[in-house]
Every structure is written in C-alpha cells, then in structure tokens.
C-alpha cells in the first residue's frame, strides 16, 4: 500500500478534478494538461474555491482531534500520510494518496471503533449535486484499492436552515449525507474513466465544438480558445417577433442560468413553481449570436465581454463597483460573512442590483439587435 503512495510524482497526470473535467468534456481535460495556459481568467472560479477552502477549515471543527497533512511541505506531507496509514488513530485531513496513476486529498478520513475508516468530503453547497457523487466514487475506489478500510461515505454540505449565532460557534452548520450505497455500486465505472482519458491524453486534441456542455456543470475555462475556432453553428433555436424580449428571458449561457434558477428554487421552494416556470423560458443567446453576428473587434471570440462593446458601446461596466461576474461572486462571500457591517451591506446590495441592472439591460440590447438584423 504505501509502495502505491510513494508513486505520486509529477509523471501522474489524473486527479478526481481531472476525472470530473474529463467527464464534462474530453477536450477540456487534454487542455488542462497539455496546453493549461490557454485556460482563460475566471475570477468567479478563484471566489469559489476559496469559499471552498474557508467551509473546508472550517468543518474540520467536526473532528476536533483530527491532524492536517503539512500542505506546506510536499514531503512532510506524504510521510505525515503514511505515518497515519501505520497507526490511523486520529482523523486525517488533507492526506495525499494515489493508485493507478489518480491522486486524492480527502477532506476528512475519521476511524471508526470497529477498525473502519469513514470517508467525508466537504462541499460548500447547500444539497448533494451530480458531480459530487463522482468525487466521493473516485476517492472511495483510490482508497480501498490502496487496502484501507473505507466503511461510510459521506458528502457533508452546508445546512441552508443554520442561523449564525455569532462568536465563531458554527455547530449545526453542516449536514452529512450517506453515500455509501451508491459509492458501492457505480464503483466500477472508475476504472473504465481512468483508461478512457488515459487515451484521450496519449492521443491529439479532441475535435469537439462548444456547446451546452461547455458551462454544465461547470463554466469551463478554455471556453474563448475553442469558440475562437468554431465553424459555422448549427440553427438551434432562431425566436422571432417583435415582442421576444416581453416574452422569453433572454441570457447568454442556458446551462448556467438554468441551473442557477433550478438551485434557487431548492432554496427557496414557496418560490419554486414561479422560478420553474423562468426556466421554461429561457432563452440562449450564444448560439444565435454566432450563426447571426460578427464584428472584427471580436476577434474570432463570441465570449459576452467581446461581442457587447460591438452591439451597446454605451454600456460601461468599469463605470460601476461591481463590474464582473468574479467581483459580484466576491462582494456576495463579503455580503453574508458574520463580520459585515449592516452599513456595508446596504453598500453591497446597492452595487450587485446595479450590476444586476446593466447585466439586464445588456441582454435586451443584444436581444433587439439580433432582432433587427434578423
């Protein structure tokens, strides 16, 4: 077991966040390895991840006897690992682990009574997604090749009832769902993800046009570079009428804002009849936009921040506090934390609707262009 951990060299070229790239879209994994600095700026992405880090630290409060692999110290933190391995008295976070050629960092390894050991992964959701019960499959399958004995597994999530009582007393912010039936069986699909991408990364970027699964379920960020190179896109969807804008929503990436209306309405479900019946209406811009418009100052791209200044060029968002999706996902981490001021907040929730406002505003615009040259 601990002649597989010691394999984690730079060689390794699949991780869970791999696997999970690969599954949305084969090209994007063979970009992220072989060409990562065609990746595109996404400020948005950097905010969840560290709201990720922040749940992370702060649901390890749930086993407070627990010892963190040394992230500092790459070697320190493979020997504290398999130190752990050779005696797991205590909760492990954060350990390193490998087999087959796919590492792993558990959030949480807990030992049970019996001799078991009890996987938990921490998400900063607030509900179970689709893409979590791959990440705990894919640790659960590394682990218990490795001969640890995984009994329990569990997603641990936020608990969206929680009330803040203030004084860093966050008892009864997470919740733990069991997955461990399910882990045990779609535990076989593992290694066929693993031989499948192995493939696509020994062989020529894939030749695959962008589409919905581009921004499901995650936006992904070489998205510019391989719509930089489209051809001609299919008509899919082509609304005309002068009263389209009256009648549908109108947006500029389907996948995201669907889903975004469809977490919604988990949250809040006196609202959810009126947010499905929004779902139903939506309308993408994306595709109509490329099969419709063209402009040399786009320079190959239809990315949204590209085609707006050629449509509205009155439109200014750096006129405004909150000028990107990145700074509104980080002005909303600010608007919720304990240690926002009320005073603040007003601040904040002034500059997100007047962002919100100009993100509207664009969509119709863009909307009645297309219109006009229909």
Same mark, same amino acid.
């Given at each position: ?14 991780? +869970?966040? #791999? ?7 084969? #090209? ?68 390193? *682990? ?24 921490? +998400?900063?959701?607030?509900?179970? #997604? ?34 803040y009582p203030g004084g860093g007393d966050y008892r009864g912010l997470f919740r733990h769902?069991?997955?461990?039936? *399910? ?45 930089? +190179? ?57 595709? @109509? ?16 921040? +590209? ?34 001021? #009320?005073?603040r907040r007003l601040e904040i929730a002034d500059a997100l609707r007047e962002y919100c406002?100009?993100?509207? @505003? ?13």
């Amino acid at each position: 077991m601990l002649g597989h951990m010691t394999t984690i060299t730079a060689s390794i070229r699949l991780s +869970k966040s #791999k696997i999970l790239s690969g599954l949305q879209c084969a #090209k994007r994994l063979w970009l992220e390895i072989n060409h990562p600095e065609l990746r595109g700026d996404d400020p948005a992405l950097e905010a969840r991840l560290q709201a990720g880090t922040d749940v992370g630290v702060i649901a390890r409060r749930e086993w407070p006897d627990g010892i963190l692999a040394d992230e500092s110290n790459y070697d320190r933190a493979l020997a504290m690992t398999a130190d752990w391995v050779a005696n797991p008295a205590r909760p492990l976070f954060e350990g390193f *682990f490998a087999f087959d050629g796919v590492r792993i960092r558990p959030d949480a390894l807990v030992p049970q009574p019996d001799g078991s050991i009890d996987l938990y992964e921490v +998400k900063s959701s607030t509900s179970v #997604k689709d893409y979590h019960l791959t990440d705990v499959t894919v640790q659960a399958w590394v682990l218990r090749n490795l001969g640890l004995p995984i009994g329990r597994v569990f997603l641990t999530h936020l608990d969206n009832t929680f009330v803040y009582p203030g004084g860093g007393d966050y008892r009864g912010l997470f919740r733990h769902e069991e997955l461990t039936g *399910f882990v045990a069986a779609n535990a076989w699909q593992v290694p066929e993800w693993v031989a499948r991408f192995r493939s696509v990364l020994g062989g020529s970027e894939p030749a695959i046009l962008t589409g919905t699964h581009c921004h499901t379920p995650f936006s992904c960020p070489f998205f510019e570079h391989c719509d930089g +190179k489209q051809p001609e896109f299919p008509v899919g969807l082509l609304p005309r009428g002068g009263k389209l804008v009256e009648q549908l929503r109108v947006v500029y990436n389907a996948g995201f804002e669907r889903r975004m209306l469809r977490e919604t309405a988990e949250h809040v479900p006196h609202l959810a009849k009126s947010l499905n019946l929004i779902s139903e209406r939506v309308v993408d811009l994306w595709p @109509l936009t490329v099969i419709s418009w063209y402009h040399p100052q786009m320079k190959g791209s239809w990315s949204l921040k +590209k085609v707006l200044p050629t449509v509205a060029s009155d439109l200014d968002y750096q006129a405004n506090a909150v000028t990107h999706g990145g700074e509104a996902a980080e002005a909303i981490a600010e608007y919720v934390h304990p240690m926002t001021s #009320k005073a603040r907040r007003l601040e904040i929730a002034d500059a997100l609707r007047e962002y919100c406002k100009l993100d509207t @505003l664009a969509m119709v615009r863009l909307a009645h262009h297309l219109e006009a040259i229909a």
